[in-house]
Each structure stands twice: as structure tokens, then as C-alpha cells.
């Protein structure tokens, strides 16, 4: 019968992309709504920022998520290429600095030598980028997915603090932007821990804690420097 285990950590790249996105997405754009209304602007104002702050959000998070990737992803490959180049011109040199890393691992010499001349007769580049440089195909950068794993996310973040607006009557809807943005922020970290198997309490604390703060902190922004025509 196979043996078949389920990692965490084979998550962690679209998580960590998916749980960016969407916490930006509420913080920041429910920060930008929690602004408008205290000082004073109408809901078509307060909705226009919003849609505003979706769209900018979202092409921001794309680029940095692209470039940040980009730049992991072009180091990569400067590491491929002159591991490349060194197999190609010490062959010997580099089938003793892989024995030397399994020994560090802690194989016996024996070992560790026959381990490296096996893989290095199988695949010596693949073979050096997981052990040597620790690149495997599923940890590798992939810019484009990020960008739009980062611009998804922040996305479906920032509908909710929209959908609010455009649900609630103008009475104290400050405080139904606040509610339901935290509510889907605590969710979010719960989920998030979950996943990932961390404790779910602490996940959903320590997200709610920093979007409360910056709710708070625009809140008071928009009421000691808000101007109502």
C-alpha cells in the first residue's frame, strides 16, 4: 500500500500570496472608507474612494508581488546558471561538495559518497540546486502567479468593506465598515492559522489586532482633518 503524507508546508507559497492579498485588500481599503467617513463625506463619495482604493490596491499588489518574485526568480537562475557552468568545468570538484554536504547531514562518508555518485549520475544539476542551493520545482519563484494570486486576493479583501456601502443605510456606517471588515479579517486569520497549522485563536488575534489599529488610526486621520463642504 502507498504511503501518502500531507505537508503544511507545500501551502505556503499560495497562502502566504492568498492571505496578503486578502488582508490588504479589507485593511486597506476599509481604512480608506473608516477615513472618508469620519470626515463627513457622502456614501457616494465613501464608495468612490473605496473602488478607487480596490483598484490601485490591486495593480500595486500585482507589481510589488511581480517585481519581489521577479527579482527572486532572475537570482535563481544566476545561481542554475553557474552551477551549470561549474559541473561543466569541475565535475570532480563538485561531486566532493556534494559528498561533503551529506556528510554534514549526517551520512557516514561511505555513504554519503555513493549517495552523490548515484545522484549525480541521475541529475547532478538538479541534484545541486535542491541540496546545494535549496531549489526545488516546488518552492521556485513564479512571478506571474503571485502578481495575480496578490491582485485576486486583495480584490475579493476589498469587496466586502464595498459591499457594505452599498448594503447599508447611511446611519452608523462607520461602525458596519469597522464590524464586518474585522469579522472577515478574524475569520481570514483563523483560516489562514488553520491551513497552516498554527493556532487558529492567535492567527485570527494577530490579524484583527493590525486592521483594527489601522482603522483606528484613519479613523482619527478623517475626523481631525476632514473638511465637509
Known amino acids: 500500500m502507498r504511503h501518502r503524507e500531507g505537508h503544511r508546508s507545500h501551502h505556503s507559497g499560495w497562502l ?3 492571505v496578503l492579498g486578502a488582508n490588504d485588500g479589507i485593511i486597506s481599503t476599509a481604512s480608506l472608507m473608516m477615513g472618508m467617513v469620519a470626515a463627513g463625506a457622502s456614501n457616494s463619495t465613501i464608495l468612490l474612494s473605496g473602488v478607487a482604493g480596490l483598484v490601485a490596491g490591486a495593480m500595486s499588489m500585482a507589481a510589488g508581488e511581480y517585481v519581489s518574485v521577479c527579482s527572486q526568480a532572475d537570482t535563481e537562475a544566476a545561481d542554475i546558471a553557474r552551477e551549470t557552468h561549474e559541473l561543466a568545468t569541475d565535475e570532480a570538484g563538485e561531486l566532493h561538495e556534494l559528498q561533503e554536504i ?3 547531514r549526517g551520512l557516514t562518508r561511505e555513504l554519503a559518497n555513493e549517495v552523490a555518485k548515484q545522484l549525480t549520475a541521475h541529475d547532478a544539476l538538479a541534484a545541486h540546486a535542491r541540496d546545494e542551493l535549496g531549489i526545488t520545482d516546488m518552492f521556485a519563484a513564479r512571478p506571474l502567479q503571485a502578481a495575480l494570486t496578490s491582485a485576486l486576493t486583495f480584490s475579493v479583501g476589498a469587496v466586502i468593506p ?4 452599498l448594503l447599508h443605510p447611511a ?3 462607520g461602525f458596519a465598515i469597522a464590524s464586518c471588515s474585522l469579522l472577515a479579517l478574524l475569520l481570514l486569520g483563523g483560516l489562514a492559522a ?3 497549522g498554527a493556532n487558529v485563536v492567535i492567527g485570527a488575534v494577530r490579524v ?3 486592521g483594527a489599529a489601522a482603522m483606528a488610526m484613519t479613523t ?3 475626523y481631525l482633518f476632514g473638511v465637509v463642504a
Not at 464595498?162 to 456601502?165: E, G
Open 16 to 18: 502566504r500570496a492568498a
Open 102 to 104: 551529506y556528510v554534514a
Open 162 to 165: 464595498l459591499l457594505v456601502v
Open 171 to 173: 446611519q452608523f456606517l
Open 194 to 196: 488553520k491551513v497552516g
Open 208 to 210: 484583527g489586532f493590525w
Open 220 to 222: 482619527a486621520v478623517g
